[in-house]
């Protein structure tokens, strides 16, 4: 079953309230009351989208009875992850069913203010955005809170809860320490989070407690209330109820965007949404973005699930897939990977920033030549101490990912290492896989990653 992503994309508000949904969840949330409603979304078992699957009631209920100054609710969608496009892909279908569900979070928590965060090259889906909340403000659907695009820049650490806060206080995407739960947007109390913000009519000391939920999450909204916990819990599993929007890319015949019950195998997954692997070739690893280990061959009948992914040591993510073929170097992938990740730090915690850059110098001799077992060695010290001290989870991604391809494709190091350089190796840089666009079966990436600079500058073309 769809119904995140409707057969013709929803570009109005008369056709989104001409469907079963539009408007109903609105309405059933100020009929239930604000308690009433976390209850309900804590019912159905909705749990996160942005890739943590934490419980999405139990995160409203959170906010709802923290004390502490105003509270505030942030949309993500800055969508940074490699791999993926879901959120674009949702906002393009139907905006509405999103600025819905923002709203009926925004009353169950008491917010009277709520930030869309999207990247400032996300041009169509700001506009989509924009324009929904336009129409939903000239509905009388959304009266009770004021709603604020901002437009962000496409740094990777934007999509991280806590710099995205920064970014909305016109700062740049740099992690605070606390989570928004404790330093939420505008807090006024320098020693909870990275410096205080002066709030008009702000309470010193105010914490602010905000609720951060992603694009996806938030559109699932309006349809539990409209169609009620039974329906959605219908589909999934127990664990995981309901749909996941997910993103099939790499080495597969047609990259594209789809909607799957959660619990379906990712080799069905794959099939469905990617049309498969191209003659004569087959799966050899698959990776959530660059937040989680990697899944092998051996794993391909794993439910796309938050709890079918944890049992083979893994995490579902944001649902972004991207597959490699039999011929791929899994040195190459670890390389860019690596290399993404280094790049993107921040530098606020000096072992990820260092650590991340040393493994990458290492996976790229080993690649290109001039590596031997030192860099090895090099590799394995520098993952044991890259998350000293980290502030947000880039690390920890480094760490998880590069070691995991080092323990499932050990003989693949061990030969680059003797032999000096890939004994395989490809015809100019592989495409790095983050997404600038998406549709009829074809991805566009970004061909400037390998022109950025640890600094987010560019070399020139």
Excluded at 80 to 97: I, M, W
Excluded at 99 to 127: C, D
Excluded at 239 to 262: F, K, N
């Amino acid at each position: 079953m769809t119904f995140l992503l409707p057969h013709e994309p929803i570009t109005s508000i008369d056709a989104y309230l001409a469907t079963e949904v539009g408007g109903r969840g609105i309405e059933r949330a100020r009929e239930l009351g604000p308690e009433a409603t976390i209850e309900e979304i804590t019912r159905s078992g909705l749990r996160g989208r942005g890739g943590g699957g934490f419980p999405t009631g139990r995160k409203w209920a959170g906010i709802a009875g923290r004390p502490g100054g105003r509270a505030y609710l942030v949309c993500n969608g800055a969508e940074g992850e490699p791999g993926t496009f879901k959120d674009r892909a949702l906002l393009r279908a139907n905006p509405y069913q999103f600025v819905e569900g923002a709203i009926v979070a925004a009353h169950a928590i008491g917010a009277e203010e709520v930030y869309v965060g999207l990247k400032a090259s996300f041009v169509r889906e700001r506009e989509a955005v924009t324009r929904a909340i336009q129409e939903m403000q000239e509905a009388g659907l959304c009266t009770d809170c004021t709603v604020t695009v901002v437009a962000g820049p496409d740094e990777y650490l934007f999509g991280e809860e806590k710099a995205m806060l920064e970014v909305i206080e016109g700062k740049p995407p740099l992690p605070r320490w606390f989570p928004p739960y404790e330093h939420g947007l505008f807090a006024t109390s320098p020693q909870l989070g990275w410096e205080a913000t002066p709030q008009p009519g702000g309470t010193d000391g105010e914490p602010n407690p905000t609720l951060v939920n992603n694009v996806e999450t938030l559109s699932n909204v309006p349809h539990i209330l409209a169609r009620g916990v039974d329906w959605f819990r219908s589909m999934g599993t127990p664990d995981s109820p309901g749909t996941i929007v997910t993103t099939v890319v790499g080495d597969v015949v047609a990259p594209d965007v789809g909607e799957v019950e959660l619990g379906t195998p990712l080799s069905a997954v794959i099939d469905a949404v990617g049309s498969g692997m191209s003659a004569g070739r087959s799966v050899k690893a698959v990776f959530s973005g660059v937040a989680n280990r990697v899944v092998t061959a051996a794993h391909l009948d794993v439910p796309v699930s938050y709890e079918g992914f944890a049992a083979i040591g893994s995490g579902m993510g944001s649902a972004g897939f991207i597959v490699y073929d039999d011929r791929a170097c899994m040195v190459d992938a670890a390389y860019r990977f690596s290399r993404f990740l280094s790049v993107e730090s921040c530098g606020q915690c000096p072992p990820c920033k260092l650590g991340s850059s040393a493994i990458t110098l290492h996976l790229q001799r080993l690649e290109t030549g001039g590596g031997d077992e030192s860099d090895l060695a090099g590799i394995a010290r520098w993952l044991q101490k890259v998350t000293d001290g980290n502030r947000c989870f880039l690390a920890v991604e480094e760490q998880q990912v590069v070691e995991s391809v080092l323990r499932a494709f050990p003989e693949e190091f061990d030969a680059h290492a003797a032999h000096g350089g890939c004994p395989h190796p490809s015809e100019g840089l592989v495409p790095m896989p983050k997404i600038v666009d998406l549709a009829d079966g074809v991805a566009t990436y970004d061909e400037t990653f390998w022109r950025k600079r640890p600094d987010w500058t560019y070399d020139p073309e």
